[in-house]
C-alpha cells in the first residue's frame, strides 16, 4: 500500500439509503428491475432515523430508491434527519409534486445537500424536466445537477443535451449504462464520446477499478437497504461480502479505516468525487 494513496480522514461521512424499491417508472436500465417486488419500502422509521442519527462524527444520508419521495414517511424522516444536524440528500427522478420537492429544500435549509435529479428519456418531456428542475435550483439551497443514462439510442443526443442544460445554468452529469451489474461494451467510438461528456458522473471514468487501493468506504462511507440491511458499497452488496450488519436488527458496524479495495469495478462515485478513494484506473478501454 503506497502512504501517497492513502486518502485522508473524510470529515463528512455519506450512507446512501435505498430506502424503497417503490417508483412510478420502470426505466429500461433500472438497475433494480429484477427485484422481486417494486413495491417495498422501509418501515420502522423511527429506528432508522435513530441509527442514522447516532452515527459518529458528520454525515450526510443521501436518500434513494426507487423513488425516494414515494416513501408515504418521507417529509417526516427528512425533517427529523435534518432537525438532528445530518445534511440530507436525495436522489430522484423530479417526478413529485412541486410541494413535495419545496418542503424538501425548506426542511434541509440549515444544513442543504444534493439534489441529484435523473432524467428518463424513456419517460420525461425534456422541456418539462428542464423547467421543473430550474424552479428547483431556485429554491434549494444547496447543489442541484441533473444526470441521465448514456443508453447506446441516447449517446449521440446527450452533447446536445448537456449544452442545453448548461444554458439554463444546470450541470447534466451522464452515466454508463449497466446490464447484467455491469458496464455495456460500448466501442471505441462510444467510450471517447462517454469520456467526452465527462465520464460517469464527471469523474472522468466509465468503469474505474480501484482493487488493491485503500478506500475508506465501510467507514465512512456505506450503503443501507430499506430492509437494514448495511454493505460495504454497491459492489460489495452485489457480491454479497463485506456486510456491515443490519440497521434494524442493531448489528450494524463501520469500519475504523480505509481498507484496500477488493472489487474490480467500482460504481461508486460518491467515495471517487469525496476523496475516499484515491489512484485506480479505467478498466474499460482505458
Ligand atoms: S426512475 Fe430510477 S429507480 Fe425508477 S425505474 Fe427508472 S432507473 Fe429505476
Ligand atoms: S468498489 Fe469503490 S467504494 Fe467499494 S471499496 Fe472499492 S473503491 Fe471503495
Not at 11 to 16: A, C, D, F, Q, Y
Not at 57 to 71: F, N, Q, R
Not at 198 to 221: L, S
Not at 276 to 281: K, P
Request: hydrophobic letters at 40%.
Amino acid at each position: 500500500m503506497k502512504a501517497e494513496l492513502v486518502p485522508p480522514y473524510p470529515l463528512e461521512g455519506v450512507v446512501s439509503w435505498n430506502m424503497n424499491t417503490t417508483c412510478n417508472y420502470r426505466c429500461s436500465y433500472c438497475t433494480q428491475r429484477f427485484v422481486d417486488d417494486r413495491k417495498q419500502w422501509a418501515r420502522d422509521l423511527p429506528t432508522f432515523i435513530r441509527f442514522f442519527c447516532d452515527l459518529p462524527g458528520d454525515w450526510e444520508v443521501k436518500l434513494s430508491g426507487g423513488e425516494p419521495t414515494l416513501h408515504p414517511g418521507f417529509e417526516e424522516l427528512v425533517g427529523a434527519l435534518a432537525a438532528a444536524g445530518r445534511r440530507v440528500s436525495m436522489v430522484s427522478n423530479l417526478s413529485a409534486k412541486p410541494a413535495l420537492l419545496a418542503a424538501f429544500s425548506a426542511l434541509t435549509a440549515a444544513r442543504p445537500g444534493l439534489i441529484s435529479a435523473s432524467l428518463h428519456l424513456e419517460y420525461t418531456d425534456v422541456q418539462t424536466f428542464l423547467s421543473k428542475l430550474s424552479a428547483v435550483a431556485a429554491a434549494h439551497a444547496g447543489p442541484v445537477h441533473a444526470t441521465c443514462v448514456a443508453t447506446r439510442a441516447a449517446l449521440p443526443g446527450l452533447p446536445a443535451l448537456v449544452a442545453r442544460f448548461a444554458e439554463a445554468g444546470l450541470q447534466l452529469k451522464v452515466q454508463p449504462e449497466k446490464q447484467d451489474r455491469d458496464v455495456i461494451a460500448y466501442t471505441a467510438e462510444e467510450l471517447g464520446a462517454l469520456r467526452a461528456l465527462g465520464g460517469h458522473n464527471g469523474t472522468g471514468r466509465v468503469r474505474a477499478n480501484f482493487r488493491g487501493q485503500p478506500c475508506w468506504a465501510g467507514a465512512r462511507y456505506f450503503i443501507v437497504d430499506h430492509r437494514g440491511e448495511a454493505f460495504r458499497c454497491y459492489p460489495a452488496r452485489r457480491g454479497k461480502t463485506e456486510r456491515l450488519g443490519n440497521v434494524l436488527d442493531g448489528t450494524a458496524r463501520l469500519g475504523l479505516g480505509p481498507r484496500p479495495c477488493a472489487y474490480d469495478y467500482c460504481s461508486c462515485t460518491v467515495p471517487q468525487e469525496r476523496g475516499m478513494v484515491m489512484g485506480g484506473r479505467c478498466s474499460q478501454g482505458a
